[in-house]
Structures are given as structure tokens and as C-alpha cells.
């Protein structure tokens, strides 16, 4: 055997992200040097191979390398093991940013590199703003142990899910007693413009209580989406300041104000209730009966018989997830799903799903099981739906050779961008002494209300291809 054939004996690759060279020829380069390939970041692998654009946009498989330590290095470490016929240190390969503090690292570099450019002699990079919090003369304490549920699930994507859990607080005002649940998601809702997006958001407490994260996962209505990480954090107040920020960028509306309830601002996303809980001392609200999606294929489709036809598993979870947002709030009865390669516009009201691409419209049918259920018809349907007209943008998309996913990477960027633009400007940090200041005055006139979300970043997989 060669010394080649072992350079690479006992590691397991991982890949993520757009690469210079084509992934399978690292693949098949990474299996010829004895290693092995997976195609998520399980707890065997040894290196994930990315680049910076993909660590800065924190995708599922950059979260998880990081929350486990798993190095994340260029391609170029494959090549130079390649040369060397044998196992490299890693370190000079490890892309920028991805070690702990590397966002961090890089925002104060870009500031200082901003002052420099505007005359004068760059001051060095600030710490960590959490540093600064903990050294403030009178900055006010924690007070007592931090508080978290088990209710809510860590988003899997954080990379948290092991480490961490939501943070949850009882306050109480006078005779008022609530409960504020740092877990929200809120949704960009506008079928008519063809929009249906998500932004999930968490407060995350270390299990030992002493580091704290907020975390945001963003995408359109379907997709996992995109994933971004803050913190560590020293003290849950810095998180907090982070989770309000964006909250009130995000909605327009202040986190946790009752007085004036969540009242949604045109353009911007609106708070998706979670399905309220029974009162104290009422008997449990009974859950919804456990069910499956289907739909009726009318037309021949690669040799297909006509007939029902259940929803992939994951499709169909997702179905059954945003049929419950429909029945508690009846604006939501027209939902559009993007999968992998088409989107949906679902109806819920008349059971009807159209593939957009195409125009092609389909009977769609929720069918309970469990004990004590029918089997469902195998009938057809009493109406088929005909053809609609595909929609504009998606002729106007295809005719400019851009696919979904781009346009969905496009929207991405943009919302990261934006998010980055609020962390980074100046003149808002000057000000947030004075803001913190103001919202605290008005949480001591307001009362806290519980906002809890459901979230399921399941990707919605293509029913048919017609």
C-alpha cells in the first residue's frame, strides 16, 4: 500500500458550502488518501472542509462542527496533504472566523479599520462588549440563578441543543404574575407578493448557567433557512440587549409589552402565537389527532397510477405544522412552501395545493389515524382542480436563468447583512446607554406576556413533477 492510501487513515470529511474545486473530486481525493466521507457532521467527523462566506452565514453543518470542536479548515488542507503524503496540522488551514470569538474578532477589526479611514490613528479593537458590561462601575447584577425550560427545544441548528436550553423567567408585578418565554418566531406573511418567510429566535443559558447566546434562524417557509449565532455571552443582560435588538428591527414592536399588545407593522414580521396554554386548575387541553397529508394524483406522472398518495414524511410534518398555525389564526389559509426544487402556493381553506412553476393544482386531504380511525376513500375526488397560470415572478425568474435557491440565498444575505449593519453601527451603540434606559421604563409600566413559537425547520420535499 502506498503512503498515499493512508494519509488520511482514521479521518472523516465533512463538506459545506460553494468550494473552488468540484466537491466530488475532493470526495473521491479525500476516499484515495484512505479517509472517509460523510454528508452531515456526525460525531465521527474530523474535519469539515468550508470556506469564510459559509462560516459567516452559519449554516446547520458550521454550527455543528463548532458547538462539538470539530475544525473547520479550506480545501486547500486536502491538497497540501495530498503533496506531503502525510497528515498535516491543521492550524494554518483553519478558515477565519470559525475558531471561538471569530465574529467577534473580525466586527472589531472592520471598526477600527472604519475609524482609521476617517483620519487619525485607529484606536485598538474593543473587548468583547460583554467584558466591558461585567467591568462597568454599578452595573447591576443577575439577580439569583438563571431560569429555563425543557418545554421548548433548542434549535437543532444552533449546535446548542446539547449544551443549552431556553430561557424562561416568572416575573411578577403587583398582583400580576407572567411568564416570559425568550422563544419567538415570527413570520413575513404576504401571499399576494409572493412572500411567506420565517424568523426564528432563542436565548439560549449555558446548562451551568454562566454563558448565554442568541441565536436567529431565518429562511423562507419550508427550508431550514440560515442560522446565526451571538455569544458566548458573560451575562444574560448582553444577551438579552442582542435578542431585544433584533426583536424590535425584526417587528417593530418592543419584546414582552403587554400595555399595547403585539400590534404588527406593515412590511415588517408579525409574532406567531403559540397554542395557548389551559388555565391553572382547567383539565388539559386534548392535542390535535395525530394525522397524515396526502394528495390526489389526477394525471399520469412517471408511470404512476391515478390515486391518493401520501406527503413525504418530512413534507407531510410540515404540512401538518402550518395547518395548525391555519386553525389558530384563519389569515394563514394560503401558505406557500418552497422545497428543494419547486413552491407550492397551499390553500387550506379549499384543500388545494399549485405548483407554482408549472400552474399544476392538486386536491390535497388531511387524513386522521390512529386507533379508532376509518380508513379513508380511495375515491377521487368530486372536483379537480384545473391548471392555473404560473405565476409571474417564477416565468420572470426563469426567463433571468435564476433558480430558487439563488434568489433564496439572495434574501438570506440580505437579512444577515441587515442584521450585521445594526450590530456594527456606531452611533447606535453610542445611544443604547439611553435606549436600555427607556425600555426599562417601559417594562416597569408594562407587564410581560408569555411569547412562546412552534418551530419545525423540516425541508419540505417536491410531491410531483408535473
Known sequence: MSSKKVVFKGQVFAFSGKLMQPRKELEELVVKL????????????????????DVKALPTKVATAQGRGVPIVSEAYIGACFAAKRLLPHAKFVVKGSGPGGVAKRKAKAKAKAAGAAGGEAPPAKKPRVAAAAAAPGAAAEPGPVMTTDKVAVMPSSGLADVAKVVEEDIAKGFVKAKLTWDVELILHDPEAGKDKFYNMQLLASNDGDQFWAVQNWGKTGMPGRTQKDGPFESLGEAKKVFRKKFRSKSGNVFGSLSASFAHVPGKYRLLEREAEAAPGAPPKEAPKPAKWQYYLHNKVDGKKLGWYD????????MEKYYQQFVRDASLNVRLIQSDYFKYEVDFTHMHQKNTKSGMRRVIRRVETGPGTRKPSDAAPTEIPEPALPDPAVIAAAAGAESSTEDEEAEDDAEEEEDEEMEDEGAEEAAEPEEEAKEEEEKEKETTMSTRSTRSTTTTTNQDTA
Open 311 to 318: 406527503y413525504d414524511e418530512d413534507a407531510g410534518k410540515n
Open 34 to 53: 484512505g479517509g472517509e466521507v460523510s454528508g452531515s457532521v456526525t460525531a465521527s467527523v474530523t474535519f469539515l472542509i468550508s470556506n469564510e462566506d
